[in-house]
């Protein structure tokens, strides 16, 4: 069945400041002054997290036959966004607390033996007059949830952060990940490229025995580009030794060939060795690849390479979007929400759309 029902209300007016509400409105999960059910608030917003505003209007009159325009879905995801933001960060206030024997603690969602940790960085395009936005992702899992389906590689159950402020709160928020997925205990791994505020991250707050891992497909990357820097023609024989003593963890005999050529190279060349020297001696004790395959842990941050696109560029970085810094956040929230399975503890608490005048306007 489908059509319009119409439904016939009290409405009680305050004699003395002349407002007024509907007991009927309330009952149907209705602010006052608002005009959207909180069931047409879920459609809205759960639209929102996964499409541009406009499709999401378009889908929802062909899903619901409900003729909401793209503006106000705008502004139902921002109200949601919002709150789910505050709450998320109101659960993970509750897991950095220190393990308090008199109180009940939270417990992990994820019990292993190794857990992975990777960490990297995406961005958002902006509208014009605001530099685009840096959006730091991080991704949680235990070793023994990786599989393979066919040839396609799964992780049966993971847990997702991000944030789309600053490293500062980025460091909070990963920290929260960490004891939410169990690092309190198990063995954990970290694994990223080279950004040195995500080492300097790690180093600092994570447990001492963490295993620290550079992701060697982007090693690889760097080496490859250096190789044909130095050998346009013929690059791909240099460059597959070098991968080779990566891989088998022969830094020391890379860097002392590198080195070596750095010693008699000029120019463009010689500035480029030097960069990469700087970078493999920098970054040398992340880089026993033989030993980590050994033990079983990975040596690739696909994980959060993938948890960047899907969490951030399949929804932001659609052809022509461009979007307002103070808003990112906001949606971000709802993808987070969405992600990590909290999506229905939010709805279950039925909490009101604010009226009309409680929010501006989205941009």
Same mark, same amino acid.
């Given at each position: 069945?489908?059509?319009?029902?119409?439904? !016939?209300?009290n409405?009680?007016?305050?004699?003395?400041?002349?407002?007024?509400?509907?007991?009927?409105?309330?009952?149907?999960?209705?602010a006052p002054? %608002? +005009?959207? /059910?909180?069931? @047409?608030?879920? +459609?809205?917003?759960?639209?929102?997290?996964?499409l541009?505003?406009?499709?999401?209007?378009?889908?929802?009159?062909?899903?619901? #036959?409900? +003729?909401?325009?793209?503006? *106000?879905?705008?502004?139902?995801a921002q109200?949601h966004?919002?709150?789910?933001?505050a709450?998320?960060?109101?659960? #993970?206030?509750?897991w950095?607390?220190?393990?308090?024997?008199?109180?009940?603690?939270?417990?992990? !969602?994820i019990?292993?033996e190794?857990?992975?940790? !990777?960490?990297?960085?995406?961005?958002?395009?902006?509208?014009?007059? *605001?530099?685009?936005?840096?959006?730091?992702c991080?991704?949680?899992?235990?070793? *023994? $949830? =990786?599989?393979?389906?066919? $040839?396609?590689?799964?992780?049966?159950?993971?847990?997702?952060?991000?944030?789309?402020?600053?490293?500062?709160?980025?460091?909070?928020?990963?920290?929260?990940?960490?004891?939410r997925?169990?690092?309190?205990q198990?063995? @954990?791994?970290?694994?990223?490229? %080279?950004?040195?505020?995500?080492?300097?991250?790690? *180093?600092e707050?994570?447990p001492?025995?963490?295993?620290?891992?550079?992701?060697?497909?982007h @090693?690889?990357?760097?080496?490859?580009?250096?190789?044909?820097?130095?050998?346009?023609?013929?690059?791909?024989q240099?460059?597959?030794?070098?991968r +080779?003593?990566?891989?088998?963890?022969?830094?020391?005999?890379?860097?002392?060939?590198?080195? $070596?050529?750095?010693?008699?190279?000029?120019g463009?060349?010689?500035?480029?060795?030097?960069?990469?020297?700087? &970078?493999?001696?920098?970054?040398?004790?992340?880089?026993? &690849?033989?030993?980590?395959?050994?033990?079983?842990?990975?040596? %690739?941050?696909?994980?959060v #390479? %993938?948890?960047?696109?899907?969490?951030?560029? /399949?929804?932001?970085?659609?052809?022509?979007?461009?979007?307002?810094?103070?808003?990112?956040?906001?949606v971000?929230?709802?993808?987070l929400?969405?992600?990590?399975?909290?999506w229905?503890?939010?709805?279950n !608490?039925?909490?009101?759309?604010?009226?009309?005048e409680?929010?501006? =306007?989205?941009?």
């Amino acid at each position: 069945m489908k059509g319009k029902i119409r439904v !016939e209300r009290n409405v009680w007016q305050c004699s003395g400041c002349r407002r007024s509400h509907a007991p009927f409105d309330l009952a149907m999960g209705v602010a006052p002054g %608002g +005009k959207w /059910t909180q069931g @047409v608030g879920y +459609k809205a917003a759960y639209l929102a997290a996964l499409l541009p505003f406009a499709e999401a209007s378009r889908a929802l009159l062909k899903l619901s #036959e409900l +003729k909401i325009s793209s503006s *106000e879905i705008d502004r139902i995801a921002q109200h949601h966004g919002d709150a789910m933001d505050a709450e998320q960060r109101r659960s #993970e206030e509750a897991w950095r607390q220190p393990i308090d024997p008199l109180r009940e603690n939270p417990q992990p !969602e994820i019990c292993c033996e190794r857990l992975v940790i !990777e960490a990297d960085a995406t961005s958002v395009l902006t509208v014009a007059g *605001e530099e685009h936005k840096s959006v730091y992702c991080a991704t949680a899992f235990a070793l *023994e $949830d =990786r599989g393979k389906s066919g $040839d396609r590689p799964f992780i049966a159950q993971r847990l997702y952060t991000a944030s789309a402020e600053n490293m500062d709160d980025f460091s909070e928020r990963l920290k929260a990940l960490g004891w939410r997925a169990g690092m309190r205990q198990a063995q @954990v791994a970290f694994i990223g490229d %080279g950004a040195a505020c995500l080492w300097k991250w790690a *180093e600092e707050n994570l447990p001492s025995d963490t295993v620290f891992i550079q992701d060697f497909w982007h @090693v690889c990357e760097r080496l490859a580009d250096l190789a044909k820097t130095l050998f346009p023609k013929g690059w791909e024989q240099t460059f597959a030794k070098w991968r +080779k003593w990566l891989r088998t963890s022969k830094t020391t005999r890379l860097i002392k060939t590198l080195t $070596d050529l750095h010693a008699r190279r000029r120019g463009k060349a010689r500035k480029a060795l030097a960069v990469e020297i700087g &970078y493999l001696r920098n970054g040398r004790h992340r880089m026993d &690849y033989a030993r980590y395959k050994r033990e079983g842990w990975l040596i %690739g941050s696909g994980a959060v #390479e %993938g948890t960047c696109k899907h969490l951030v560029k /399949t929804r932001f970085n659609v052809t022509g979007a461009r979007w307002r810094r103070g808003n990112i956040h906001k949606v971000l929230a709802l993808r987070l929400s969405l992600c990590n399975n909290e999506w229905e503890d939010y709805w279950n !608490e039925r909490v009101p759309l604010p009226s009309q005048e409680e929010l501006p =306007r989205a941009a």
